[in-house]
């Protein structure tokens, strides 16, 4: 029987010394955020008999008329858990696992206060960037690679053969998502996604579960407040910042994946992206320009940069062209004929539906371009270290063959327009 009491004292002591160790290394990793609270422990006052702690005001998450009475508003709050619990499991890896509505706490100055730290986990360095793709995949429907990410997650043995597992993914996420995947429910996504995991010899790790378990409180939280609300509609800015500003080869190649689409790149994605992690605090518009540009400049990247020449060949002529088309527009009608030598319909000879196309692009640049101008760490020094980048050897022979591209297709469009002269002439 003393042995027994001693194993339990000697286990009291650890747990309550390993919780204020945990409680530190929390705070050191995730208060440096203006609406984060975690509470000093007071190590002077503390012993294996009882863990000391700094008092914390504030009423439970779940009190949502309390926190409404001090002006707050719960989706904040909850979005702030979701933000640093987002960075707690893809950042550095080391999370609460037990946020339940009795361990977060709305401070009166509207801070989320994080409390109890004896249910710690930590997620694996490659999955943290594995679940990150695997989002990416998702979003791209690409059910191969996402069925090979759970080599990275962990979840199979190299052995496994993941081929049969491709058709069930398709299955579900094909109908799972006729709408967008921030419009999804986080519990249906888990749900439908276990049963497909569960008919296959998938070996789902203990942090894996404490993720799913952390989130499903957030978003019960939230939907406590707002019945509408989505977990990974909320999640968004946070992947879009990473995957913008990441220079980890592993998100640097999911970020090609996402941009990159049978060799034309999708200029609404870049835009998507650039909207979303904007709404990120943390995002940058230096960091989100230079991982891409190292990449495109790297020794690996040639493939990759002849689809860049193609396409700023493609973005180039869409601006010059673009704006003599905007430019001959706001010529009253009677000056045209004058103005370019009795030929109304302008410079070159384009069909309406390639002037749209040309227009609609020169418009979609302009707009990511005011987007990354109106960040808000924006300033033109902070394109030194690019410009840098650009005086490579490489970077000029790029932009020596974008020069000639754009000079080529200019000039075929110019002989284009003579050509069809004298046939114009002779019809009138």
């Known amino acids: 029987m003393n042995l027994l009491a001693e194993f339990i004292k000697s286990s009291t002591m650890y747990r309550l010394m390993q919780e204020g ?30 863990l000391t702690m700094e008092w914390v005001e504030g009423v439970k998450l779940n009190e949502q008329e309390a926190i409404e009475r001090q002006g707050l508003k719960v989706l904040d709050l909850v979005n702030t858990g979701i933000q640093c619990s987002l960075r707690q499991l893809l950042e550095y890896g080391y999370f609460h696992a037990d946020p339940h509505p ?10 989320l206060a994080f409390l109890d730290f004896g249910m710690m986990s930590e997620t694996p360095e490659e999955a943290r960037f594995a679940i990150i793709g695997h989002v990416v995949h998702m979003v791209n429907r690409d ?59 998938f070996n789902v790790p203990a942090y894996y579960a404490l993720i799913l378990r952390s989130l499903t409180v957030l978003e019960g939280l939230a939907l406590y407040a707002d019945p509408k609300f989505k977990v990974l509609a909320a999640s968004y800015p946070y992947f879009a910042k990473r995957l913008l500003t990441d220079p980890n080869p592993y998100l640097r190649d999911a970020l090609i994946e996402l941009l990159f689409k049978d060799g034309k790149f999708r200029w609404s994605r870049l835009e998507n992206l650039l909207v979303q992690g904007k709404k990120d605090r943390d ?3 230096k960091d989100a320009l230079q991982p891409v ?34 430019s ?9 004929t004058f103005v370019f030598n009795g030929n109304a319909s302008g410079p070159f000879t384009i069909s309406a539906a390639e002037q749209q196309s040309l ?25 030194q270290p690019i410009l840098q980048v650009l005086q490579e050897p490489e970077a000029r022979s790029i932009g020596g063959r974008v020069v000639g591209g754009i000079s080529q297709r200019l000039a075929a469009r110019l002989l284009q327009q003579v050509l069809r002269a004298p046939e114009t002439t002779a019809a009138a």
């Open 283 to 285: 995002f940058s518009a």
């Open 328 to 336: 001959f527009n706001s010529v009253p009608g009677p000056m045209r």
């Open 359 to 383: 227009m609609e692009l020169r418009a979609q640049v302009i707009k990511i371009w005011g987007l990354l101008q109106s960040s808000e760490n924006f300033d033109p020094n902070l394109f």
């Open 21 to 50: 160790q945990n409680a530190r290394r929390f705070k050191k990793l995730y208060a440096d955020k203006e609406d984060v609270l975690v509470p000093d422990i007071f190590w002077d006052y503390t012993s294996g008999k009882v």
């Open 102 to 111: 009795g361990n977060l706490l709305a401070t009166p100055d509207g801070k």
């Open 293 to 326: 540009l190292k990449l495109l400049l790297g020794p690996d990247g040639k493939e990759l940069r002849d689809l860049v020449i193609k396409e700023t060949i493609r973005v180039s002529e869409a601006i010059i062209l673009g704006s003599a088309i905007e």
């Open 143 to 201: 059910y191969e690679a996402m069925a090979r990410d759970y080599y990275a997650l962990d979840f199979l043995s190299p052995n496994v053969d993941v081929s049969p597992i491709v058709p069930a993914l398709r299955d579900f996420f094909d109908d799972a998502l006729n709408s967008t995947v921030s419009e999804l429910n986080f519990k249906t996504l888990v749900d439908g996604l276990g049963a497909v995991l569960y008919q296959y010899p």
